[in-house]
């Protein structure tokens, strides 16, 4: 039982290259989120989805894309990276609302 | 616009003694509250959880308080283990029509020093 998965756990991207980051759930849960983590900033949401092919936007969704064409699957796109989207990343699952998410170990992502 | 707010960066904590971590929030829709622990180089993990409609959870060597017409609540770790330093953040959610999303604050860095 693999949890929360997150591919890749580490990149550098030059500054308006593209890139999608992958977060596989095998719990069959049904909300999943995308959180941006900076320094004194804690954790921000990006996008949410509510179940499969549904997704949201969360409080900082600029620069971002998302899809959500499996359960089991959550992809963050960035169109074209800015130094601004240097950040980490992670991915989380919940089966409902009001209840625990389960992160995924991050992905520490540099744009230069 | 923070609508959860933890208003201390760190903490640091002799070994045995009492850890309280706390956190402030401004939507009164919030009715559900949880606790997250972070190591370096890893993920969030859930730690406990309050209702709305309780004032107190025990969970072992934690315990959350809610105050809610102080929109306040707080962790205590007793007593406090060197193995407890990390981040911890407190987290709001705002309900099952809003998609059950965890708004979280900035985190505090808790040291237990032995």
């Known amino acids: 039982n693999a949890g929360v998965t997150q591919t890749p756990k580490f990149r550098v991207l030059k500054t308006g290259q593209s890139m999608t980051l992958l977060c596989a759930q095998d719990?069959?849960?049904?909300?999943m989120y995308w959180y941006r983590q900076d320094p004194g900033m804690g954790l921000r949401l990006i996008h949410y989805?509510?179940?499969?092919?549904?997704?949201a936007k969360g409080e900082v969704p600029d620069g971002y894309n998302v899809s959500r064409l499996k359960k089991q699957n959550f992809l963050l796109g960035l169109e074209s990276a800015a130094p601004s989207q240097t950040s980490v990343y992670f991915c989380?699952?919940?089966?409902?609302?009001?209840?625990?998410?389960?992160f995924g170990q991050g992905t520490r992502l540099t744009v230069v | 616009d923070q609508q959860v707010k933890q208003n201390s960066p760190s903490l640091s904590v002799q070994e045995g003694r009492i850890s309280i971590l706390n956190c402030d929030y401004t939507n009164s829709m919030f009715d559900y509250f949880l606790w997250y622990k972070k190591y370096p180089a890893e993920g969030p993990t859930f730690l406990i959880s309050?209702?709305?409609?309780?004032d107190k959870n025990e969970d072992g060597r934690f315990t959350v308080f809610l105050n809610k017409s102080a929109k306040h609540l707080s962790l205590h770790i007793v007593p406090s283990q060197p193995g407890d330093s990390a981040v911890y953040f407190c987290a709001a959610s705002e309900g099952y029509n809003q998609g059950g999303k965890l708004i979280f604050g900035q985190g505090t860095e808790l040291s237990v020093k032995p």
């Open positions: 989380a699952s919940s089966y409902q609302s009001h209840r625990e998410a389960f």
């Open positions: 719990m069959n849960h049904e909300y």
């Open positions: 309050i209702s709305s409609i309780k």
């Open positions: 989805s509510v179940g499969e092919g549904t997704t």
